[in-house]
């Protein structure tokens, strides 16, 4: 399983312990993020990894930011993106469980970076339901 990784300024030291978690698992990594604490904007990191999931170079993408509503904003913006901020375990279950969200958005500055790893985990470990819930998820798209 691939994974997409971008994070802004608030996010390099979150970013850093999900990727030890992500080699340990032995998953691949797609790196898009900022690896300085120097102020950047967010949208220059999360479009790479929202095109990466859209374009199916990876199955799941994470985001990291100060508050996660920036990255989330943003991806959500891509047609195919379910992006799910989360800032506690059981909200990720819901977002992939429920939501089948493809994209993890963690706020850097409400959660500590173990929690963040273990959201991780969670995510990646979170089979979606299916059934009442993907006929709501099929009424997300607008026609165009």
Wanted: net charge neutral.
């Amino acid at each position: 399983m691939t994974i997409s990784i971008g994070n802004d300024h608030a996010g390099t030291d979150y970013k850093i312990a999900i990727l030890k978690y992500l080699e340990e698992k032995r998953y691949t990594v797609i790196n898009h993020g900022t690896d300085s604490t120097s102020s950047v904007d967010y949208a220059d990191f999360v479009h790479p990894v929202a095109e990466d999931v859209e374009n199916k170079k990876a199955t799941y993408g994470i985001l990291i930011c100060g508050s996660a509503n920036g990255v989330a904003i943003t991806a959500n913006k891509h047609q195919k993106i379910r992006a799910g901020l989360a800032w506690n375990k059981e909200i990720v279950q819901l977002v992939r469980g429920h939501n089948n969200a493809n994209v993890l958005c963690i706020p850097a500055r409400f959660t500590a970076i173990h929690q963040a790893v273990e959201m991780v985990e969670v995510f990646l470990n979170t089979e979606f339901e299916g059934g009442r819930h993907q006929t709501r998820i099929d009424k997300i798209p607008l026609s165009c």
